[in-house]
Structures are given as structure tokens and as C-alpha cells.
């Protein structure tokens, strides 16, 4: 089983920057791809971005594609979210998802944090 908790959460200003982290617990981290979803009030949890097994594939959501970044650093156990050209509406609350391959839906998660709210002030 895989323990995942998020941090760097925050309010920040249209045009700022964050950075999410996730730590992960277990010695299994690095058999796992690696996620970040996010839900807005009122809306359906949506995919952000992943990354795969060794950090070499990544995939990112159309809307975030050139600001997000996602990468992970299996020797300690954490996947990061570095977020620039913060808008209003990446206003949510922002999950770290684990599962056995790379996933764009929540249905191929198997393992959830318990979110981190990201907040963007215009």
C-alpha cells in the first residue's frame, strides 16, 4: 500500500508560481506511475499531469501543457508540480494519484493523497 500527502499549497496571485510536492510512503515508489489531478468547487476531479515509472514519459492536460511541470525524484520518494503562469481558474483542490501505469482518469488511480488547495487570486 502507498501513502501519499501532499504540501505547498497556497494563494497566490494570477501570473505566480507554486510548486506541489507529494511524499510517498513504502519501498515501493518507484514501481509506481505517478499523477496530479485537481477539482474545482463544483466540478469533477480532472487530470493535471503524470509521469511514468523511471520519470522519463510525461503527459499534461491541454490546459496546462507549457506552464506545468511535472517530475519525480524516486530516491526520495517525492513527485513535484511545478506550476507557473498561475490563472484564476487553476483555482482547486490539487491531488497526488498513484497507480500500476500512466492514467488520464480517475477510474486508473489506485492510490490517493488527500489534496492540497491551490488558490489564484486575479
Known amino acids: 500500500q502507498v501513502q501519499l500527502v501532499e504540501s505547498g499549497g497556497g494563494l497566490v496571485q494570477a501570473g505566480g508560481s507554486l510548486r506541489l510536492s507529494c511524499a510517498a510512503s513504502?519501498?515501493?515508489?518507484?514501481?509506481?506511475?505517478m499523477g496530479w489531478f485537481r477539482q474545482a468547487l463544483g466540478k469533477e476531479r480532472e487530470f493535471v499531469a503524470a509521469?511514468?515509472?523511471?520519470?522519463?514519459?510525461?503527459a499534461y492536460a491541454d490546459s496546462v501543457k507549457g506552464r506545468f511541470t511535472i517530475s519525480r525524484e524516486n530516491a526520495k520518494n517525492t513527485v513535484l508540480l511545478q506550476m507557473n503562469s498561475l490563472k484564476p481558474e487553476d483555482t482547486a483542490v490539487y491531488y497526488c494519484?498513484?497507480?500500476?501505469?500512466?492514467?488520464?482518469?480517475?477510474?486508473?488511480?489506485?492510490?490517493w493523497g488527500r489534496g492540497t488547495q491551490v488558490t489564484v487570486s486575479s
Open positions: 513504502g519501498r515501493t515508489f518507484s514501481s509506481y506511475a
Open positions: 509521469i511514468g515509472r523511471t520519470g522519463s514519459y510525461t
Open positions: 494519484a498513484a497507480g500500476s501505469s500512466i492514467a488520464t482518469r480517475t477510474t486508473g488511480i489506485d492510490y
